[in-house]
Structures are given as C-alpha cells and as structure tokens.
C-alpha cells in the first residue's frame, strides 16, 4: 500500500512509523497524512514476539502517543 500512495502522490512527502509500513491503510488527501490500522499495528507487534496487553502498552506510547508535527500519522481504531 506504501509504495502505491508514495507513487500516486509523489509530490508529497509523508512521515512514516518505522516497522509499520504493512499496517497502512490509506492517506488523508487534506492533512496528507498516512492512515495506520491499530489493528494490524498490534498484530505486527504481536508477531515480533510480543502479547497483545505488551503490544497494547506499547503502541500506545511509543507509537502513537508521540506527536511529530502536522504530518504526524493518523491511527484508525478498527478493532471493534
């Protein structure tokens, strides 16, 4: 999914979550900001060894709780 927004909107730079690429869902066309699914975040994190409340505890403060400016990623909670 990366590579098709990165090729479709080569004129925009976007700000990416390292070891995430595979959890992108789409891009923001106001904002340009990459969307990330919270769900296949978590089964990233899941599958590099981690349980999920670990994974949980994780993402939440080191990956999205950070804000990194006006590019910073859009996470959708789509694990309902």
């Given at each position: 999914m990366l590579d098709l927004i990165i090729d479709f909107y080569s004129?925009?730079?976007?700000?990416?979550?390292?070891?995430f690429?595979?959890?992108?869902?789409?891009?923001?066309?106001?904002?340009?900001?990459?969307?990330?699914?919270?769900?296949?975040c978590l089964e990233i994190l899941i599958r590099d060894g981690m349980t999920y409340d670990e994974?949980?505890?994780y993402f939440h403060f080191n990956v999205s709780g950070p804000?990194?400016?006006?590019?910073?990623?859009?996470w959708c909670q789509d694990d309902f």
């Open positions: 004129e925009y730079q976007f700000l990416k979550a390292d070891g690429d595979d959890a992108i869902i789409g891009v923001d066309k106001q904002s340009m900001r990459l969307i990330y699914s919270v769900e296949k994974a949980l505890d804000y990194i400016g006006d590019k910073t990623p859009i």
